[in-house]
């Protein structure tokens, strides 16, 4: 991997780790583009990248770090303890999904549900809650369980945890909050497994380029999320829907 590859890769980190548009699957297809095997140092690379999206959600939301918000990282840890029971005990099985065949088919039906969930939120007679902070126990269980559906590649964990969240009532701005909070439990037990299991592998790594990217996820990462608040303030999610369509076409035609 060189530099030029290195700042690819961090930009589309940064760019698809918070957008209903898979960060998983644009990063498999992306490295296959630029002719990167998924092995054991291009991991490595990965996991620095997605601790760089990791610290920009803290940046991001600062303010929500303090003892009176305890009660709303309780909720956040009870949304993450499906996903974490279903990845733990079923990892292997989840690991042999990674393919692009899978990921095109999961951006399709990805895209076409919030089609349908845009056409049906329209017509709710409420905007629904619009603040991070009221969400409930039960509503925080039910995003949880819908954050499951992220385990398969091409699906978005930002994607599902926000169509969970709008279907229990939560408004776009709340759920897509919601969902940036609910990145940081998920994405440090992925992070921390993946260090302790590939932790050789920074011995011999190439700290020009880890470090290049790391900066790259950051600041891409940060800047996203802020512009994704303010993109929903005035327009719908059907934009995503359209592009996980589109995009899952040309994968599912460009390798047949």
Known sequence: MDILQAIILGVVEGFTEFLPISSTGHLIVVSDWLGLPQDDANTAFEIIIQLAAILAVIAAYRDKFTPGHVDLWMKLALAFVPIGAVGFLFSHQIKALFSVSVVATMFIVGGLAFLALEAWYRKRPHPGLGDVEKVSWKQSLWIGIAQVAALIPGT??????????????????????????????????????????????????????????????????????????????NFTFVAFGVYRILFGVILLIAYA
Do not use: H, Q
Not at 164 to 177: I, Q
Not at 184 to 196: D, K, N, S
């Open 156 to 233: 978005s964990r930002a994607g599902s945890t926000i169509v969970g969240a709008l279907l229990v009532g939560l408004d776009r701005k709340a759920s897509a909050e919601f969902s940036f909070l609910l990145a940081l439990p998920v994405m440090l037990a992925t992070t921390a497994y993946e260090l302790l299991k590939n932790y050789r592998e920074f011995s011999g790594a190439n700290w020009m380029n880890l470090g290049v990217g790391f900066v790259v996820a950051f600041v891409v990462a940060y800047f996203t999320m802020l512009g994704f608040i303010r993109f929903l303030k």
